[in-house]
């Protein structure tokens, strides 16, 4: 079998919310001895980032994103045990939300899914987290990344203030910040000295774990 053929078949079948269909072919890339990381990047990610386009274009509304996460959630549980993961003493922590006056978090959910599937340890702190809040939760758990997102341009400022907020309490060093959403651009991440900026979930985890080999 043609092995993007089978990733876009995968994803479609997320996308219209066929079990069987999914289960079917999560267990077929098994056979084929595709990783099971790929597999979860390629198809199921990828259907799933269709499924929160159609979300915010108002084809799909959040019934259909539950019923999509639960058929995810299938391709999920077969090709999780198969992840090679690295077994290190100090796992990567991420401390991830949407930040304060935003309630988006289809885009946060996709990069929850995927860090969770890699083996990061994620606190996910949900939508319309107040600022102090990342910082307090970071510091609790000695995370190692904080993780913002937002979609609409009225609550970017935050991400600013949280980065000044760690560097008025001396703790900037500490912590790589992360910034995504559909108004983030890379230069908006560089106007306000985050660390990392991924136009979507599928290369955030990348992009985390990249940094980590930077640190190490």
Known sequence: MNIDKLFRDISEALVDMDDDGVEELCNESLKLSISAEETITEGLLVGMNKVGELYEEEEYFLPEVMICSDTLNIGLDILKPHIKTDHTNDPIKVVLGV???DTHDIGKNLVKIMSEASNIETYDLGKDVPLHKFI?????VKADFICMSTLMTTTMSGMERLIKMLEERKLRDKYKVMVGGG?????FADSIGADAYTEDA??????????VSVMV
């Open 99 to 101: 930040v304060e006056g």
């Open 136 to 140: 307090d939760v970071a510091e609790e």
């Open 183 to 187: 108004p983030i651009t890379q230069k």
């Open 202 to 211: 599928n290369k955030a985890v990348k992009k985390i774990k990249e940094l």
